[in-house]
Nanobody, 123 residues
């Protein structure tokens, strides 16, 4: 059974940085992707970034150049380094793991989620 546990959320001022972590267990990373999504109340969950088994990465335009996704060598921990944070980055951030095409297709196709961690950016 796949288990994903996020940590590292919190409050920060505009322009600040945060690093989110996601510890994965019961998951075979090879051939799959892991990624980060976020959700604001009343809006759809938004895909931010994902990383493949070969280390290839992809980012949404809203975070490209500010956020960096990475994983440890064992593939058991996923990270999201968030820099130059803006108030519009305020959301609950979720870790996800699944076949790559499911992460690319969108949140409705993703089968494995973490519980979410709140990020609040004040102006």
């Amino acid at each position: 059974q796949v288990q994903l546990v996020e940590s590292g959320g919190g409050s920060v001022e505009t322009g600040g940085s945060l690093t989110l972590s996601c510890a994965a267990s019961g998951y075979t990373y090879s051939g799959h992707c892991m990624g980060w999504f976020r959700q604001v109340p009343g809006k759809e969950r938004e895909g931010l970034a994902h990383i493949g088994g070969d280390g290839s990465t992809s980012y949404a335009p809203s975070v490209k150049g500010r956020f960096t996704i990475s994983r440890d060598n064992a593939g058991s921990t996923l990270y999201l380094q968030m820099d130059s944070l803006k108030p519009e980055d305020t959301a609950v951030y979720y870790c996800a793991a699944d076949l790559c095409w499911r992460l690319v297709q969108g949140p409705d196709e993703v089968r494995n989620w973490g519980q979410g961690t709140q990020v609040t950016v004040s102006s």
